[in-house]
């Protein structure tokens, strides 16, 4: 037992680590209506990864090298600009759908540049399944520090986001610059999950950003309520995905989404039974 709570301690930090600002993260997409924020972000990142597997194999092969963060940094901040855009200048078009559409060219356009390049197929689904069992200690400790870094920016301006993000309209008529605003959070949101796709990849890093906030808005209203929930049901729940995976000898990646989703689907079928909200 000992044995095996040693092997997945660092899988088991990471998953907290990451919870703890996706999870916050998660609550603004569900309420902003932009589920597919996080995947379109991930997807596009990726891009920027398989530039560097594309232009600089010898960086590739490296461990998330330096040379491939920076351009899935780039990539990201770019699309971050691009949907702050759109979200003040085209109403016709719905947010979701950009982001739909930004999503399938993003995806398109990493399978045609990996098919380029042998080894591309593998590094493909590396980089969708991610390998957070083997989560390392220095990549741990480096995307603390960038969560925390963003954490406390989104608390100092907690006001001003959670105004645009419960009424854009409002914020907009009342003075805010709001594309600024919107650009900040979107590119906020980018680092994030730039960061976190290294350690889980494109599958793990969805579910975290929207099946705990889900299952919080099952049960709850207000954001502290929501948030409490949020990191209380990740955790638990990843401390399951983890021992299930480690004893049934399950790739850890699918084996955290699909407990993920069992309990949510268990909660919204008991959802009738307890009316009462937070």
């Given at each position: 037992?000992w044995?095996?709570?040693?092997?997945?301690?660092?899988?088991?930090?990471a998953?907290?680590?990451?919870?703890?600002?996706?999870?916050?993260?998660?609550?603004?997409?569900?309420?902003?209506?932009?589920?597919?924020?996080?995947?379109?972000?991930?997807?596009?990142?990726?891009?920027?990864?398989?530039?560097?597997?594309?232009?600089?194999?010898?960086?590739?092969?490296?461990?998330?090298?330096?040379?491939e963060?920076?351009?899935?940094?780039?990539?990201?901040?770019?699309?971050?600009?691009f949907?702050?855009?759109?979200?003040?200048?085209?109403?016709?078009?719905?947010?979701?759908?950009?982001?739909?559409?930004?999503?399938?060219?993003?995806?398109?356009?990493?399978?045609?540049?990996?098919?380029?390049?042998?080894?591309?197929?593998?590094?493909?689904?590396?980089?969708?399944?991610?390998?957070?069992l083997w989560?390392?200690?220095?990549q741990?400790?480096?995307?603390a520090?960038?969560?925390s870094?963003?954490?406390?920016?989104?608390?100092?301006?907690?006001?001003?986001?959670?105004?645009?993000t419960?009424?854009?309209?409002?914020a907009a008529?009342?003075?805010?610059?709001?594309?600024?605003?919107?650009?900040?959070?979107?590119?906020?949101?980018g680092?994030?999950?730039?960061?976190?796709?290294?350690?889980?990849g494109?599958?793990?890093?969805?579910?975290?950003?929207?099946?705990?906030?889900?299952?919080?808005?099952?049960?709850?209203?207000?954001?502290?309520?929501?948030?409490?929930?949020?990191?209380?049901?990740?955790a638990l729940?990843s401390?399951?995905?983890?021992?299930?995976?480690?004893?049934?000898?399950?790739?850890c990646?699918p084996?955290?989404?699909?407990?993920?989703g069992?309990?949510l689907?268990?909660?919204?079928?008991?959802?009738?039974?307890?009316?009462?909200?937070?």
């Amino acid at each position: 037992m000992w044995e095996a709570a040693y092997f997945l301690l660092p899988s088991f930090v990471a998953c907290l680590v990451i919870l703890f600002i996706l999870g916050y993260l998660g609550i603004h997409v569900l309420e902003r209506e932009i589920i597919f924020i996080d995947i379109a972000f991930a997807q596009i990142a990726t891009v920027g990864s398989a530039l560097v597997f594309i232009l600089f194999r010898q960086h590739a092969l490296e461990e998330h090298s330096v040379v491939e963060r920076i351009f899935a940094l780039g990539c990201t901040i770019c699309a971050a600009a691009f949907f702050s855009f759109v979200s003040k200048k085209v109403t016709r078009i719905s947010q979701e759908t950009v982001i739909g559409v930004s999503y399938a060219i993003a995806a398109a356009a990493t399978i045609f540049l990996l098919s380029l390049a042998a080894g591309g197929d593998v590094h493909l689904e590396e980089m969708f399944a991610g390998s957070i069992l083997w989560a390392k200690w220095p990549q741990i400790l480096l995307c603390a520090a960038v969560y925390s870094i963003i954490g406390i920016f989104h608390y100092i301006f907690r006001s001003k986001f959670i105004r645009l993000t419960t009424d854009y309209k409002g914020a907009a008529q009342g003075g805010m610059n709001v594309m600024v605003w919107d650009f900040l959070f979107y590119a906020s949101m980018g680092i994030v999950i730039t960061y976190t796709v290294e350690i889980s990849g494109v599958l793990l890093t969805f579910a975290y950003l929207i099946i705990p906030a889900t299952f919080s808005a099952l049960f709850a209203q207000g954001w502290r309520s929501r948030l409490i929930i949020t990191w209380l049901m990740g955790a638990l729940v990843s401390i399951a995905g983890l021992a299930f995976s480690y004893c049934f000898d399950f790739s850890c990646g699918p084996s955290l989404v699909s407990m993920m989703g069992f309990v949510l689907i268990i909660a919204a079928l008991f959802k009738k039974h307890m009316p009462i909200k937070l």
